[in-house]
């Protein structure tokens, strides 16, 4: 399969590419580093990515910002900042139905891609 790592520079994403690199073709992307450059806050960003790596099985997204500190030592701004990025997220990318791979929608958990 080809599969479409995004925040593959993160720890979480480097595992998944680690993971899935024997059985599957990856195909790594980030803000700062990886085979492909995005960023997710800006559409343009994410459409190209899509167009440049043309059709793919998969789209695993381990993305977002992250404060680093013991939980003791967050505030509820930067507890926030963590849940906002990594919660808006949680969708997955799946091909449209109604238009050729490189057109995509999300689906939340409780959907699937058909």
Known sequence: MKILVVGA??????AASEALADRH???TAGRSSG???VDLSV???VSAMFAKVGPLNAVVSTAGDA???ALSEHSMETFMV???SKGHGAGQSCPSRDG???RWRIIYPDQRCS
Do not use: C, L, N, T
């Open 82 to 84: 963590r849940a906002y």
């Open 25 to 27: 073709e990856i195909i």
């Open 67 to 69: 404060h680093f500190a």
């Open 9 to 14: 520079g993160g720890d979480i994403g480097k």
């Open 100 to 102: 050729p791979s490189s």
């Open 35 to 37: 085979d492909i450059r």
């Open 43 to 45: 559409p343009a960003s």
